[in-house]
């Protein structure tokens, strides 16, 4: 796959130390400092730590969602004290799941760089291997590092755009989530429940594989079949609950090229605006 590295190579990699930045990105969405805790207790040998909410995400505001995207040019300089520059490979890695490692991904995507991948397996699958972990806090303190960003901005839309894409029959809006928070059968997250209108389900979990220690993903062949009615469509818009599970379906896409794009804000950012409407049960 070619947005993916096994637990073996990055081993072999971490050997060579050629220029290489492995980041923590593990989330819970509900214990929101899970992030943190975990890396606390053990990570990566030598990776260090980016948290969803205090430095992935920018303030948030009455509309935008609960994890707008960061400033660019502020995850820029995050990235810089860690020894990024344009021809860094970063690996970015959490429990397995993927939400948060994704994340890290697209908006390192977003930035422009090139050199990315997400650790197949996450940390489970790099202990099995073998893999060094440590407990010690590493702090960023690179300098002489820079990052010339190239911003794809064509990667997100905001509210507007997917208002104005409702219905329409060369697009499709996918929500991420689970079927019971897509039907709005419950919503642990947020005041209101349901969908955005003509949104269709594809659950981010279905996509991966239950034993991280073999790896995340499943199959190419697998992924083909489960999005092969997006096809039928111009244009693929993601989203979720506040723009972190849609990041383990973009992945998938980026490795069948469908091409697509991601509303950041997703249900989040929608509910905030009283007059859009909310559906519930199933599209």
Known sequence: MKNIISAKELISKLEKNDNLVVIDCRFDLINRTYGIDSYKKGHIKGSFI???????????????????????LILKEKLEKMGVDNDTTIVTYDDGDLNGACRLFFQLKHLGLKNVYVLDGGITSFVKEGGELEEKVNIPSCTGKEIRPNINNGLVVPMEYVK???????TVIIDCRANERYQ????????????IPSAKNYFCKDLIKSDFENGSLKDIEFLKKFFKDLNNYDEVILSCGSGISACVNSLALRELDIPHKIYIGSFSDWISYDDNEIKTGQE
């Open 164 to 170: 104005s894409k409702l219905y329409k029959k060369d």
């Open 50 to 72: 980016l948290d969803i909410d205090k430095d992935l995400s920018s303030p948030t505001k009455e509309h935008g969602g609960k994890n707008p995207l960061q400033d660019p």
């Open 184 to 195: 709005g059968l419950v919503e642990p997250a947020y005041s209101k429940a349901g969908h």
